[in-house]
Every structure is written in structure tokens, then in C-alpha cells.
């Protein structure tokens, strides 16, 4: 990362790019049940380290930054303990169709509608409870994860051209192929855009700056038993849920090993992902090897993509998705940025038999939602402690991690 000046003078040049990067929404890992879409840059304040234990030499935030950004292991292994807590309602198990009714159908089981193997859909199980996962890394072709759930595991292998998902459970496999090295988009393989790791989730917020936003240097801690730096990204602006995000940097690799994202609200974090367990050395090839168990059902890509394209049983497909979702923009700016996007549907949210599963949670989400009038006409909101979402009448949707006065004043002002 280049170095940062800290003062506010920007070349024309320099300002598109500043209010281009403003508009980029980057996206926390929570629940869309409400098509939540939080935004949230990052500014920099340069700070020295405060004392702590361990004692390390003392660094500014653009250092600590430019540390992450040239941080470059390529072989790592190790336990994550991933906990999501947005308060949200018992949803009594409407929430786990709306998910797979949004990936497409695949994981529901039964019906052919794919394999309950398939990473888009086995992966979602992260974005709420408590999981443990085991990582490791072998450079950009080889990677597993593997998701412990009681007596049963999930894991996602890329080994070269090979992806495989495989779960335990239901002893079903999932198989793509993909091309080697630098001919492979990272998004071709499956699971990747899912943040697993403390790095992850890192790069997300790490995404853009702007001068909305406070980084600190707030001490240093030990994660996993090893030495690291915290770096503390604070809101500037009021009306953000966020309270702070921490980020534990470790002080030799420049690896984040922890990220903590607390909300304005107080109380638990919302978001804590955290190495338990972490070493650098290479692993051992096998651990990345992989035949399917005798027995298992074995689902090939382009199978589980042909069940996932057809809208059967009343589920929302991936096409109808992207529909819903055309025209998305981004208002405001740093934490106050709210995504918003205008589903077509006239009434608010579908109710009874509407839309199927989604018609159902639909329903039953509204009784959870607050009722709110203004400028705009009418709608609903529904509040996590991150993410709130008004859904008007007229089918529009505002998002973001901001409070409901928020949404309502940006619901007004686009009238």
C-alpha cells in the first residue's frame, strides 16, 4: 500500500477516486433474511502504539495498515472460532429456506435440487451461531476448510484444477474443476467469496478509504500465542450501528489473526473471528488429498448449477435474484452509506402464499418489524444490532449499518 498523507488536500484526480471509492459498498458477513447491505470504509489517522503486553516496537496505523496490505503467506494451518451475534429472532427454521431459496435450491436436500455437499450453500451456515473451522494453505492452488458441526464435518478441498465439498452428514460430494494458477478467477472457486478467516473479514473492511472513519493503534495483545498489534477502526460519523472494529495484526507475518466488530449499541460483539490455533510451517500434501467414501452420492458442478437455475417448489432462483437486486446504488457516504434498490413489488414484503418460501418469511417477519410513516409513504423496518433494513410499501429497499431514523430521512430525501 502507498503511504497515505494525513492531511485533507486532494488533486481533482484524486477526488474522483476518493468519492468513487466512497460508493463502494463493502460488505460485512451477516443474515440477508432483510437484503441487508452494510457499508463501511476506512479512513486513516496515524497513532502510535500504546504500551502493552507483549512490548513490541511502536507503529503508526498507516504502518500497521501497509503491514496487511504486504503481508504474503502462502502456507498457514490452523483453528478459527468464528461468533455471529446480530440478535435476531428465532425465525424458526423459515430463515434456513430463505437461504437456500436465495443460493437456488442446492443443499436443501431431496427433490434433486442438489447437492447438500454444494459450497454456496453449506457455507451460509457461517453467517450466525458459533462454528470451529480448521484451515490450511498451501499457496493459490491448494486450500481446505473444514466446518466441525457435533458429530458431523463439512469440508471444501481445492487441490489444482480440483474443488470438493464433502458432507459428512448426508455422505454427499460435491465436484468442480477449474483452471490452474493465474488462468482461474478467484471467483471460480466455489467458497471463496465466503470470509472464513480473521483475514478475510479484514480485506472486506479494509476495502476503500475515506476521511470518515478513525484508525488507531490500540495496544498490542497475544492471539493463538502469538504477538500482535491491534488496530482499531472507530466511526467518525454519528448514526452508524458500528461502534468499532479491532483487528489483531500479528506482528512478524502481518497476518491478521482476529477480527472483533463490536456495535454502537454495546454489549457482545457482533461479529468475532479468531485463530485458536495457528502455525506457518507448510503442510503436509495429503492434508489437501481427497477420494469420495464408498457409497456417497457424487454431484458434478454442472448438475447442482441446473437444479439451482430451475424455480421449482416456489423458491426464489438466482436469476429472479439478480432481478430484484438491478439498480442497486449506494447513497450517502463512509458509514453512512446506505444500499438501495427497488425489488418491483408493489405492498412490501410478500405475505401468505406469496413467493413461496420467501412468501413465508415474509409474513412472519413483519411481525417482528416496526411500522414507520414519513415522506415516503409507508413500510417496514427490521433492526439487527448491525444491520436495519426499511422495505416501504412501493416495494423499495434501504439498507445499511445505520439506525432507523437513517433509513426513514433517506427514504424521504429520494422522494
Known sequence: MAPIDS???????????????????????????????????????????????????????????????????????????????????????????????????????????????????????????????????????????????????????????????????????????????AERPEKDVPGKDVPATPKDFADQALKSVDDTTSVTVGGTAQVAGRDAYRLVVEPKQKGSTVGAITVAVDAETGTPLKFTLTPASGGAAVVDVGFTKVSFAKPDASTFDFTPPEGAKVTEADESDAAAKAPEHGRLAEGDLAEGMDGLKVIGEGWNSIATFDTGAQGGLPTGSEGGDLGGLGGFLGSFGDQVKGDFGSGTVFKTRLVNALITDDGKVYAGAVTKDALVKAADAAQ
Do not use: C, F
Open 7 to 181: 492531511d485533507d488536500s486532494t488533486t481533482a484526480g484524486e477526488g474522483e477516486e476518493l468519492r468513487a471509492g466512497r460508493r463502494k459498498a463493502a460488505r460485512y458477513v451477516v443474515p440477508v433474511a432483510v437484503m441487508g447491505v452494510a457499508a463501511a470504509t476506512i479512513g486513516l489517522v496515524p497513532a502510535l502504539a500504546d504500551s502493552g503486553d507483549p512490548d513490541l516496537p511502536k507503529v503508526t496505523a498507516e504502518q500497521l495498515i501497509e503491514k496487511i496490505a504486504k503481508s504474503d503467506v502462502q502456507q498457514l494451518s490452523g483453528t478459527v472460532r468464528i461468533n455471529t451475534d446480530l440478535g435476531l429472532p428465532d425465525l424458526g427454521g423459515l430463515e434456513s429456506g430463505l437461504m437456500s431459496g436465495m443460493s437456488g435450491g442446492p443443499g436443501s436436500g431431496g427433490d434433486g435440487e442438489g447437492s447438500a455437499a454444494d459450497p454456496s450453500a453449506k457455507l451460509t451456515e457461517l453467517v450466525s451461531g458459533s462454528h470451529t473451522l480448521r484451515v490450511a494453505a498451501d499457496g493459490p492452488d491448494r486450500q481446505k476448510l473444514s466446518l466441525l458441526e457435533n458429530a458431523a464435518e463439512y469440508s471444501l478441498i481445492h487441490n489444482g484444477k480440483d474443488v470438493w465439498g464433502y458432507d459428512s452428514q448426508s455422505n454427499e460430494v460435491y465436484h468442480s474443476t477449474a483452471p490452474d494458477g
